[in-house]
């Protein structure tokens, strides 16, 4: 089967999430929200945005399931939430909903491993049907390699429930600390026998960054259960990542599918050419355009059903 394994998701209701004022007045958001017709911030542009991602996800014929995202909010410490900081919230009850009423949507959950209940709160998603748990520790503000980790880390393993964590830079939610972007600090996770899927694969936006992929690239070498998503390859300030990913047959067989959707897919002209390039950029549905994309370029058969290998199908689905 075929998963798209990087899907967002947006909640406006505040029972179900919450956005800060700096993100709904970001550019990113505002084209989303233009290019989406979305109106407002409340239930009911929810309503519309989800209408608008079980669309996505059926009129995406080649794919089976999309794996929508849910996002925890800041944590301290001490296990306090951190309000002030939080900027996107999407509660793991909203996203364990949308997966049991659409039956194309997998659940994975979110789960900041300074929290508490870091562990009970895994265990309740994983009865829930969790087939991953998401992390973005650029912008959640923990350190994947901190000690405190680990017991989530064992309890990761202990379920076989893949991590999905962000590894290189994020521009469209807030870097509350940046020196957090290297995949190397997954190794804890790694050593512990969780199957980490490094999200963009450390891929750099701008070239004053720090490029990450070549960390990645040793990792995915160094350990059989450590992979990468494609998700956001085809903006175009990423692409480069195609001249590493897709020529060293070691790592191409470590890349899993993913759109980063709603994030927009950019075809590759110089891989592509105009003409395919442009029959491309007439496919409206953003997430099929992606799939259709990464075909083009030879993505072979491996890549497409490999999360469908190892996603952790819970009681959910």
């Not at 709904?24 to 929810?46: I, N, Q, Y």
């Not at 997966?99 to 508490?116: E, G, M, Q, T, V």
């Not at 709160?121 to 829930?128: F, G, I, V, Y």
């Not at 290297?182 to 899927?197: C, F, N, Q, S, T």
């Amino acid at each position: 089967m075929v998963f798209d394994c990087h899907v967002h998701v947006s909640a406006f209701d505040p029972k179900h999430g919450s956005m800060s004022k700096k993100i709904l007045g970001s550019l990113p958001f505002a084209f989303m929200r233009w290019r989406f017709g979305l109106k407002g911030s409340d239930g009911e542009t929810e309503r519309q945005l989800e209408k608008l991602l079980v669309k996505t996800i059926d009129e995406a014929v080649e794919l089976d399931g999309a794996v929508v995202l849910a996002f925890d909010a800041v944590h301290d410490r001490d296990g306090n939430i951190d309000w002030p900081s939080t900027h996107l919230y999407v509660t793991n009850d909203y996203v364990m909903n949308l997966a049991s009423r659409h039956p194309k949507i997998l659940f994975a959950a979110s789960i900041h491993p300074y929290r508490r209940d870091a562990v009970a709160e895994l265990e309740r998603c994983a009865a829930a049907g969790a087939v991953m748990v998401k992390w973005l520790p650029i912008t959640q503000r923990f350190n994947p390699a901190d000690a405190k980790c680990i017991p989530f880390y064992e309890a990761l393993a202990h379920h076989g429930i893949p991590l999905l964590s962000h590894t290189g830079w994020e521009h469209v939610l807030p870097s509350l600390d940046p020196s957090v972007a290297d995949p190397m600090l997954l190794l804890e996770a790694l050593k512990r026998g969780v199957r980490v899927i490094a999200a963009h694969c450390g891929t750099r936006l701008f070239p004053w960054e720090i490029d990450y992929l070549p960390n990645w690239s040793q990792l995915a070498k160094e350990y059989e259960h450590f992979y990468g998503d494609t998700a956001a390859l085809n903006v175009p300030n990423r692409w480069y990542a195609y001249d590493t990913i897709l020529k060293d047959a070691a790592l191409s067989r470590k890349l899993v599918h993913g759109s980063d959707w709603p994030v927009v897919a950019v075809p590759p002209q110089m891989r592509l050419g105009g003409k395919l390039s442009l029959e491309l950029m007439l496919e409206s549905n953003w997430m099929r355009r992606d799939v259709l994309i990464k075909r083009k370029l030879g993505f072979g058969e491996d890549y497409w059903h490999r999360a469908g290998t190892f996603l952790r199908m819970g009681e959910g689905k």
